[in-house]
């Protein structure tokens, strides 16, 4: 089946956007494609990008290689699925500079392989044009709809290469910091492999903003990327566990109570900036396309 991206819907292109990583290490999570610009606005038509994968740094942490499937295009305008398996340092791989679980890999040498094969990439960027300002988030209501699009258990549809879809709602405000950290809570079921999933504030038929209510509208904000879940013991305790990336059969006395801890989107706009900070040239670093 070939798709035109023209004519995709928001949805559309929600399912283009994420890729399954699974690594040597025996982790499986999710990751986002996300369009870099230097001056951190939407790119234009012409502009140049560093084109992003961005995840959990504890779904890479421990590997040395990476494999994942993206989708081309052909020169006759078809659709392929194409499997993809690198060492992480040809990825240049970027981690957050204050140290939050969130980190970033560069695909432009990727890209340019795809391209001597006569390949273009087929999937959807996202870009700062979905980020909302920080006023448009906190006027985002403390109880919201979302979408968390990624791989559960590592579940996806492999002869189509597509992730699965949940919905939930913000548990806490995107905008405040929960319990003073950069993070919110989604009311979300999370399981292994969603973590570095992308976290969508969306509302079709209507929605609230500002104390007014948008009749017929739709509204869809990054607002954040799921890094781990809250559990609960036989005892009742209730702590904050990064989710598990490897499907390894364990003994477990742990219930998950369907809440997910997300980082503020502010965060990706911190990794972005460090990302494209100058670094010093290592052999086999993907480099800006341009």
Avoid at 20 to 34: I, Q
Avoid at 132 to 149: A, G, Q, R
Avoid at 193 to 220: E, Q
Wanted: hydrophobic share 40%; net charge negative; proline share 7%.
């Amino acid at each position: 089946m070939t798709l035109d991206p023209k004519k995709l819907s928001i949805v559309g292109h929600l399912d283009r956007c994420t890729v399954r990583l699974e690594t040597d290490a025996g982790s499986v999570g999710t990751g986002f494609f996300y369009a870099a610009t230097a001056d951190g606005q939407p790119p234009g038509e012409m502009t140049p990008i560093a084109p992003l994968i961005v995840t959990n740094n504890h779904v890479l942490d421990g590997a040395t290689g990476i494999k994942m499937v993206i989708n081309a295009r052909t020169v006759d305008g078809s659709e392929t699925r194409v499997g993809i398996e690198e060492p992480l340092s040809a990825l240049s791989r970027t981690r957050h500079p204050g140290g939050l679980d969130l980190t970033s890999l560069n695909m432009g040498g990727v890209l340019k392989g795809l391209e001597r094969q006569g390949l273009t990439f087929s999937g959807t960027y996202l870009d700062a044009s979905i980020i909302p300002t920080s006023e448009k988030l906190s006027e985002i209501e403390p109880l919201s709809d979302v979408v968390m699009v990624g791989y559960p258990n590592g579940l996806w549809d492999a002869v189509h290469n597509k992730p699965v879809f949940r919905r939930g709602v913000t548990a806490t405000h995107a905008a405040i910091p929960w319990n003073g950290n950069p993070e919110f809570l989604i009311d979300t079921a999370t399981f292994g492999g969603s973590s570095g999933s992308p976290v969508f504030a969306y509302s079709t038929g209507g929605y609230s903003d500002s104390g007014n209510f948008i009749i017929g509208g739709t509204r869809l904000f990054l607002i954040g990327v799921t890094k781990a879940v809250m559990v609960s013991n036989v005892q009742g305790e209730i702590r904050m566990v990064e989710i598990p990336t490897q499907q390894t059969p364990v003994p477990s006395i742990r219930l998950l109570n369907n809440l997910g801890v997300c980082i503020q989107v502010e965060a990706l706009q911190t990794l972005v900036a460090e990302t494209l900070k100058p670094k010093p040239f290592i052999p086999g670093w993907a480099g800006r396309l341009g």
